[in-house]
C-alpha cells in the first residue's frame, strides 16, 4: 500500500531519526517504520511525541545536529506544523515528510483533498505530488537526494486512501542500489562541541532579507537537482522522474492538467478522448514547488486551450493549480486560455465522466465560462 511505499523509502534511505505522532490517513507509515526499528531492519531513534508540532520539532532538533530524519502527517497535523515549517525552511534543514493529502475540517473528514499541502505553499518546503504507490517510493529517496543538496525541506504528497490505503505492485530497490543514489548527509553546519556555531539567532533587518534571498536561491538549485537526480534514477532504478510527465501531448490542441491520483483517470480519459478524434493530451504536475513555470510556457507556447482540474479550493480565488499556471503564463507574448475546474473535494471521486465533462466544456467554448467550474455537486444540497 501507499503508506507501507514510504516506509520501505524511508528505511532504504537510512534515515536516522523518525519522530511520529499518528493521524489517520497516515498512522500506517509510522507503525510500520516503528516495527522496522524495533526488529533492526532499521537503525534509527524512534521518538513518540505528544503531537505534530513536536514531531516537526524533534525532527528540527535532529537534522541541526546533522541527522536524516522524517516525519509524517495529515491535514490538522500539518496546519498544527505551521509555525515550525518556516524555522525548517529558514535554518536550512533538509527534512523528509510525508503528507497524505486529507481535507482540512471542518466538516470534520478524513477523505482526500490537495488543500492541506497547498495551504503550506509559502512556508518554503519542496513538495513533490504522487500518483502511483512506486512513485511514492521513489519520491521518498528523490526527496533526500533533492533536500541534501539545496538544504530545503521537503514534503512526499500522496492522495487520502487512493494511494494511502490501496495495494499495487512496487518494485522495493535493494539497498547497494540505493547506497550509490543517496550516499550518507554530509551536512555543511551541525551542532558539533568540537566546532561551535550560533544557531538560530536574531535577526536584524540588516541581515534578514539577504537570508530569504538565499533560500529562494535554493529553489532554484533544488529544480537543477531534482531534474538531476530524476535523470539518474533511471540509470540505476529504471525510472525516470521530471518536475512534469507528459502523455500524448506531441500534437494536442488541449492539454488536461492535474496533479495526484486523479491523473491515472486522467489517462483513461485522454486514450478515450483520442479515438473520437480530439487531439488532447495530459501534463501531471509532479514538483509544485518549486514550480516548473519556464518548462510549462516552453511546454503550451503552441496550445489553444489548457483545462486545470483542481482538487483543492483557495476560497476566493479558486483552483491553487490554475492560479500558479495563469501567473507563470501572464507576460507571455502568447499563452493558452485557462479553464479552472474544481472536483473531488472531501474524497468526493474524481470519475472519467466528470474529467470528460471538464475537457468537453473547454472544447465547447473559445473563453472560460466561469472564474472556476465545480464539477459533480449535489445541487439539491447547496441551497440547504
Known amino acids: ?53 513536536s514531531a516537526l520539532a524533534c525532527c528540527i532538533g535532529a537534522a541541526t545536529a546533522g541527522c536524516r530524519t522524517f516525519t509524517a502527517t495529515s491535514a490538522q497535523g500539518l496546519a498544527l506544523m505551521h509555525e515550525l515549517l518556516h524555522w525548517a525552511t529558514a535554518a536550512r534543514l533538509p527534512i523528509v515528510m510525508a503528507n497524505v493529502n486529507r481535507a482540512l475540517a471542518p466538516g470534520w473528514n478524513i477523505w482526500c483533498d490537495q488543500t492541506d499541502s497547498l495551504a503550506q505553499r509559502d512556508t518554503g518546503w519542496m513538495q513533490f505530488y504522487c500518483d502511483s504507490n512506486q512513485e511514492i517510493l521513489d519520491s521518498v529517496l528523490l526527496a533526500y537526494r533533492v533536500a541534501e543538496k539545496s538544504l530545503l525541506p521537503a514534503m512526499v504528497v500522496y492522495d487520502a486512501f487512493y494511494l ?31 566546532n561551535p556555531r550560533t544557531f538560530y539567532p536574531l535577526l536584524g533587518p540588516e ?50 492538467l492535474t496533479a495526484g491520483s ?21 501534463m501531471k504536475i509532479r514538483l509544485f514547488r518549486p514550480f516548473p513555470g519556464q518548462e510549462l510556457r516552453e511546454a503550451l507556447r503552441s496550445v489553444a486551450k489548457i483545462t486545470v482540474l483542481d482538487r483543492n479550493l483557495s476560497p476566493g480565488i479558486g483552483g491553487i493549480f490554475a492560479q500558479e499556471l495563469k501567473a507563470v503564463l501572464v507576460n507571455s507574448p502568447k499563452h493558452p486560455a485557462v479553464f479552472s475546474f474544481i472536483a473531488g473535494l472531501g474524497g468526493r471521486d474524481i470519475t472519467p465522466q466528470i474529467i470528460q465533462q471538464a475537457l468537453e466544456i473547454t472544447l465547447a467554448n473559445d473563453r472560460p465560462v466561469a472564474h472556476s467550474v465545480w464539477l459533480g455537486l449535489q445541487e439539491e444540497m447547496i441551497n440547504k
Open 164 to 194: 494511502s490505503h490501496t495495494s499495487e505492485p512496487v518494485d522495493i530497490p535493494e539497498q547497494e542500489e540505493v547506497d550509490a543514489f543517496l550516499p550518507p548527509f554530509q551536512p555543511p553546519y551541525f551542532l558539533d562541541t568540537d
Open 207 to 256: 541581515y534578514y532579507m539577504e537570508f530569504r534571498y538565499q533560500m529562494e536561491q535554493a529553489m532554484e538549485k533544488a529544480l537543477k537537482a531534482f531534474n538531476e537526480a530524476g535523470t539518474e534514477l533511471k540509470t540505476i532504478f529504471g525510472r525516470e522522474y521530471h518536475p512534469i510527465e507528459y502523455y500524448r501531448c506531441e500534437d494536442a490542441e488541449l492539454i488536461l
Open 1 to 53: 500500500m501507499g503508506n507501507h511505499a514510504v516506509s520501505y523509502g524511508v528505511m532504504l534511505a537510512r534515515a536516522q531519526v523518525i519522530a511520529a505522532y499518528p493521524i489517520t490517513p497516515q498512522t500506517q507509515v509510522v507503525e510500520f517504520l516503528s516495527e522496522m526499528c524495533a526488529d533492526g531492519r532499521l537503525a534509527a531513534k524512534f521518538i513518540k511525541v505528544e503531537s505534530e508540532h
Open 262 to 282: 486523479a491523473a491515472s483517470t486522467a489517462r483513461v480519459v485522454i486514450d478515450q478522448m483520442r479515438v473520437k478524434g480530439y487531439p488532447v493530451g495530459l
